[in-house]
C-alpha cells in the first residue's frame, strides 16, 4: 500500500497557472493524476512511470499540463498553466507499487492508492 498526501490547488483566474503536489510513503511504479468536476466521471489527467520519466497526458490538457517526478522523496508534482474553467474539479493523485502494463497507466482501474482529493478552481 502506498500513502499519499496532496498538497497545493486553489482557486485562479482563466489563463493562469496552478501547482499540485502529491507525496508518497513509498516507492510507487505509476503515479498518475486524476480529476473529478462536479455531475462527472473522474478521468485521467496525467501519469508518470518513475522508473524513466515517461509520462502520458490527456488529449484535453496536453501542451498545457506538466507532470514531474522527484525520486528522491517519491514526490509528483502537476504544473497546471493556461487553466480555464474547464479546468475545474478535484483533483486526486494516484499510485500503483507494483509493476503494470504501461497501457494501463491512465486506467482509473489500475491504482489501488489514492490521495485525499485537492479541488482546482478556475474562474473566467
Known amino acids: 500500500q502506498v500513502q499519499l498526501v496532496q498538497s497545493g490547488g486553489g482557486s485562479v483566474q482563466a489563463g493562469g497557472s496552478l501547482k499540485l503536489s502529491c507525496a508518497a510513503s513509498r516507492y510507487a511504479y505509476f503515479m498518475t493524476w486524476f480529476r473529478q468536476a462536479p455531475g462527472k466521471e473522474r478521468e485521467a489527467v496525467a501519469g508518470l512511470y518513475t522508473g524513466t520519466g515517461r509520462t502520458s497526458y490527456a488529449d484535453s490538457v496536453k501542451g498545457r499540463f506538466t507532470v514531474s517526478h522527484i525520486s528522491a522523496n517519491n514526490t509528483v508534482n502537476l504544473q497546471m498553466d493556461s487553466l480555464t474553467p474547464e479546468d475545474t474539479a478535484t483533483y486526486y493523485c494516484?499510485?500503483?507499487?507494483?509493476?503494470?502494463?504501461?497501457?494501463?497507466?491512465?486506467?482509473?482501474?489500475?491504482?489501488?492508492?489514492w490521495g485525499q482529493g485537492t479541488q482546482v478552481i478556475v474562474s473566467s
Open positions: 494516484a499510485a500503483t507499487p507494483t509493476f503494470r502494463p504501461w497501457s494501463t497507466i491512465l486506467l482509473e482501474a489500475t491504482y489501488n492508492d
